[in-house]
């Protein structure tokens, strides 16, 4: 299973045009494990799995991937820049505002709803961030 994992992302790294490494397959690997992980949630993932990893080298190949399109760069207010694998859907997010849970959540109604603004002022949209705040049932009891 692991092994088909990696060669998919060998495949989606050299569709983009990117090197496959060992450092660079571990670092998709942990941001589809874990959605809307933190570079220290990444980088703690990657430590685990092959050893050893800069946080340097953490930042640069998460930058790489958010340009080339492999990997979405998210960061609702007042958190840390989170990244995620799902990408090319116009999908939202809704954030608990006491423990920072986070879950993604479809677009509501339509094709692309949120993307017929009221007024475009000229601008070509193609893509819209909602963010939903609230508490989460723990949080509500806690």
């Known amino acids: 299973m692991r092994e088909a994992a ?39 993932h990657v430590v685990a799995n092959i050893g050893s990893i800069s946080r340097q080298a953490v ?5 790489v991937f958010v340009e080339k399109g492999l990997v979405r760069r998210i960061q609702p207010s007042g958190s840390a820049a989170r990244y995620e694998d799902r990408v090319g859907d116009n999908h939202h997010h809704l954030v608990c505002r006491g423990c920072g849970l986070m879950f993604d959540i479809d677009c509501a109604v339509g094709e692309t709803p949120c993307l017929t603004a009221d007024d475009d002022h000229g601008f070509s949209i193609d893509e819209a961030e909602v963010v939903y705040w609230g508490h989460c049932p723990t949080c509500q009891t806690g």
Do not use: F, N
């Not at 050299?14 to 589809?32: D, F, K």
């Not at 930042?59 to 930058?63: E, S």
């Open 6 to 44: 990696e060669h998919t992302i060998e495949a989606q790294l050299r569709s983009r045009g990117l090197q496959v490494t060992a450092q660079r397959i571990a670092v998709m690997q942990a941001v589809t494990a874990s959605p809307h992980a933190t570079t220290e949630d990444v980088t703690e």
């Open 59 to 63: 930042y640069d190949t998460l930058g």
